[in-house]
């Protein structure tokens, strides 16, 4: 089964990826985690994105298309895939449309987490990270029991660098420009479905779980 996971930023398409991925048993391509480690490692993709994403503005098509095809290339990818942030857009869903023709792949289904942008300001300006494990928290809806420090594995937490008020803006912006299309896109092939991303992750959880055992 190969899936996509497409919503404003702060919708949960992280924290919705890591429960799909566990129970489905899929691999996780997120762009986004991809662009952030090439940024970290200094790579020359990295170079080229950092500057895009501190603004919150999308990477150029080119850059994502090479880092597409590479990862596409991957053996683990025949177990099955989830995308995460990634067609952004409709250029890229195009694209993507040629890369898994010529490896005989298609895309099963499209969840598309809906929400109201008011939502999301304290969604993104509240959210940190745990570096060493991945386990996401919020400084006003789900705080770590202790302030700063990762309930799971000790480690401390960090805030991304575009999850600022000033970004978001640019990056709310930018998914109702050009990520918007990209749901119209596949919608017109009948594998879009539509989840409300307000209620409680258990809740959401249940929807996405409902849809996905449907397919299997
Ligand atoms: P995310 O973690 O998905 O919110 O992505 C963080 C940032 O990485 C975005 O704000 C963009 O700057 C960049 N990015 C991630 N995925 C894409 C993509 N598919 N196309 C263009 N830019 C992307």
Do not use: W
Request: with cysteine; glycine share 8%.
């Amino acid at each position: 089964m190969n899936l996509l996971i497409i919503g404003a930023p702060g919708a949960g398409k992280g924290t919705m990826s890591e429960l799909i991925l566990d129970k489905f048993n899929l691999v996780h391509v997120s762009t986004g985690d991809m662009l952030r480690a090439a940024v970290k490692n200094g790579t020359p993709v990295g170079l080229k994105a950092q500057e895009y994403m501190n603004r919150g503005e999308l990477v150029p098509d080119e850059v994502i298309h090479d880092i597409i095809v590479e990862r596409l290339s991957q053996d683990d990818i025949e177990q099955g895939f989830l995308f995460d942030g990634y067609p952004r857009t409709k250029n890229q869903a195009v694209d993507l449309d040629e890369i898994l023709k010529s490896l005989n792949k298609k895309i099963d289904c499209v969840i598309n987490l809906n929400i109201e942008d008011e939502v999301l300001v304290k969604r993104i300006t509240g959210r940190r990270l745990c570096p060493e494990c991945g386990e996401i928290y919020n400084i006003y809806l789900k705080p770590s029991k202790k302030e700063g420090i990762c309930d799971k594995c000790g480690s401390e937490l960090i805030q991304r660098k575009d999850d600022n008020l000033e970004s978001l803006k640019v990056r709310l912006s930018e998914y109702h420009k050009n990520t918007q299309p990209v749901i119209e896109y596949y919608e017109k092939t009948g594998i879009v479905k539509h989840v409300d991303a307000t209620a409680g992750v258990d809740k959401v959880f249940d929807e996405i779980k409902t849809v996905l055992e449907g397919l299997c």
